[in-house]
């Protein structure tokens, strides 16, 4: 008998933090991958030890997307993880700059993934679209705006997705996290590490394996099944804003 082919999962944002991590447990899965992220380097540090495919992709320039699933030809499960927040300033302060690429990552660059691969998902016969939103999408707090925007976007884009492809074989979830400690905060204040670090002070956040561990669940659930979303947070986060510290 012919052993059953391996599924095949797509990352964007594999080369750091949740992207990263879900690759590896996608693999203990039993997914065979395909990695995208800008960082080739950081991207191959990842995919070698898991026998990844991975490539250049840029989910804010339409033709890094086309060339990327262009060489795609089969495809289960597509994990819109390529995001992220620039800035915490306040709409007074607002920068027209941090805003369109916030926008044009977290927001468009789903679309324009999700897009790209839906006909190969639905031709799987059991496709699945995972799209990592975040408390940010559900709790507005003062000066994340801009960022809180896209990932409210990011809850209804899923929504909408869930209710237009319902009737055909692709799940469709979201997993929206509270405080994870990745590269996340760095990049949010521009590689300024000692502001990043106090966003984590005095209290144990989630660890990008523990939002891994979610997607996994997700997906390995049986194909009847959809997990329409989890929001999952650390114990000491009971919101956006109200986090309990030991300083
Ligand atoms: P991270 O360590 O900074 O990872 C972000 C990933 O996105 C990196 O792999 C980055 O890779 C990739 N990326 C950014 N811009 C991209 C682009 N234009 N094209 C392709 N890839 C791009 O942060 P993370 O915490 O793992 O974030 C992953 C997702 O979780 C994001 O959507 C974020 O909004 C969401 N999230 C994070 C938290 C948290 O507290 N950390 C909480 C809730 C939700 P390159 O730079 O190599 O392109």
Redesign the pocket.
């Given at each position: 008998m012919l052993a059953e082919s391996k599924k095949i999962a797509v990352v964007?944002?594999?080369?750091?933090?949740?992207?990263a991590a879900t690759a590896t447990a996608l693999h203990a899965a039993g997914f065979e991958l395909i990695l995208?992220?800008?960082?080739l380097d950081?991207l191959k540090e990842v995919g070698e030890p898991l026998g990844a495919t991975y490539r250049v992709?840029?989910?804010?320039d339409a033709d890094s997307v086309e060339q990327f699933c262009s060489e795609i030809q089969n495809v289960q499960l597509l994990i819109n993880?390529?995001?992220?927040?620039l800035g915490m300033d306040t709409i007074a302060q607002a920068k027209d700059d941090d805003w369109e690429r916030m926008y044009d990552?977290?927001v468009l660059?789903l679309m324009r993934m999700t897009r790209a691969l839906l006909p190969k998902l639905e031709a799987s016969g059991a496709g699945h679209i995972v799209n990592?939103g975040?408390?940010?999408g559900r709790d507005p707090y003062p000066g994340g705006a801009g960022y809180n925007a896209v990932k409210f976007a990011v809850k209804a884009i899923t929504q909408v997705m869930r209710l237009e492809l319902v009737g055909k074989p692709i799940r469709i979830t979201e997993v929206a996290?509270?405080?994870?400690e990745?590269?996340?905060s760095e990049?949010r204040f521009s590689g300024d590490r000692e502001r990043a670090s106090k966003v984590y002070a005095g209290m144990q956040p989630l660890l990008?394996e523990d939002v891994a561990d979610c997607i996994q669940w997700v997906v390995t659930r049986a194909p009847h099944v959809n997990i329409d979303e989890i929001v999952v947070k650390p114990l000491a986060q009971a919101s956006a804003t109200v986090v309990a510290r030991k300083l």
């Open positions: 964007t944002g594999a080369s750091s933090g949740i992207g995208g992220a800008r960082r950081r992709l840029d989910v804010t993880n390529a995001g992220g927040a990552t977290n660059g990592v975040s408390v940010a996290p509270g405080l994870v990745t590269e996340f990049v990008a």
